[in-house]
């Protein structure tokens, strides 16, 4: 495979980087009358709308083309045939095996075909018991709260999932556990009645200090306050790819719902780390979400690249962020429903593609994932908004709006709309004339892409995560780096389990840095 930089479309791109940044986007729209078709493209029952984009046919053509070289296709191909091609683990890649609707096949081998099917009707079986009150606590109370342990990936997914389908949640009550400061904790135990509590320990390593933690003060809690032998047995469940450790922290295995090391951390809530979906909002509603994502997985696998909605997003995020050295995106979604995506995509891409070396463990010589962050509109409007459109660096935007209103929700949607679309206009359009004091003038000229759902349903969120998850992978099957693995996120775990003992201790930290030891010495002195 060619290298990026032996690419004819990708030097003449790189060549063009100056001009490709002025170009204008408005002068694109007079130019092309038919700009917004050809540059929109719609699938899953969500919209791309990429017209905001100083790209033109042949940008896109050259991107296109650069995916090509990267043989974009093939790499695709490789994952989803389940080839292990996170190499530096010797892994597998196969969360779109977990969202195949049951009895479809080829999309994985027929073993691993089989034990999700086998896993996701077991989750069905005991989330319908629970929710309908046959499968109860130890002391026979249902089941009406549903603590989630769990950070990171075991975390993130499911928070996002069910803070979008809340009005569709009609099971236990799901609270949220990740940190370790105990805030989270103490709220979710202050409003869960013990007898009447499921505590899910989620952790695909199930060594994961935070979740550890947590799931024995969990467990410490249960114990002293269900007077029932079997609480633990009744009232907790592990969801794991660690079987054995399962039993070191006292619980039986057998109970236990498996995911697979196939299965990366934050590409998990699809698999049993999104049990606590299931359980609020049912597993009809559940298997919505995967068929939505899996309906993004065929698109994804079937649609020409020139009309592939993950690969056209990857490449305009390339463009943006590689080549015009737009380093910071932003993501916008307009309904509160989606408040945690940014946070979801902090994850998924920073940890996916924030890497800088490529598969054979040469430094890469483009820059990678930048950072990307953002919050809903329109309170962003009201608070980061002035720098996206007066500021000194230009900052990508993804818009995410949703048409149809989630039916009972009040609200103004009209209004909600109408600020969506007018401020991707007014980064595009920008304002100002020779006679309007600088200070008011706009620049124009920034770029965005409005990702457009036709409902906020189970089915487009799937599609909508798939479609981010798919994304990242372009970006890092053109980057030439290993999207899956987080190598990165160790050296600070190592050295918090170093630096305890030296926090805790009354003598003074020696062999560390002298920041380090300052630090510890003031907060003891501060602590008292
Ligand atoms: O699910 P767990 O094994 O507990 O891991 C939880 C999280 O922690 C790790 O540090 C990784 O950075 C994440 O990718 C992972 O999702």
Redesign the pocket.
Known sequence: MQTLEAIDAWQALWASRDRLAEQSINGLFAADAGRFEHFSLTAAGILLDYSKQPIDRQTRERLLEVARARDVAGQRDAMLAGEPINESEGRAVLHTALRVPDGGTGWAAPAITREVATTRSRMAELAAAIRDGRRTGATGQPIEHVINI?????DLGPRLVLEALAPLADGPTVHFVANVDGVEWQQAMGQCDPERTLVLV???????VE?MANAHEAMAWLRRSVPSDTVLERQVLAITANLDRVRELGLDPELALPMWDWVG??YSLWSAVGFAIMLAIGPTAFDEVLAGAHAMDRHFAEAPLESNMPVLLGLVSIFNGTLLDRRSQAVVPYTERLGRLSAYLQ?LVM?SNGKSVDRAGHPVSIPTAGAIWGQTGTPGQHAFFQALHQGTDVVPVDFVGVARPVAGERGDPLALTANLFAQSQALMQGRGDADMPAARRCPGNRPSNTILLKALTPATLGALIALYEHRTFVEAAVWGINAFD?FG?ELG?VLADELKPLIAGGQAAEGVDGSTAGLIARYRDWRG
């Open positions: 769990g950070i990171g990936g075991s989620v952790s695909k390593s199930f060594g994961t979740t951390g934050r994850q940890e987080q996120v775990k």
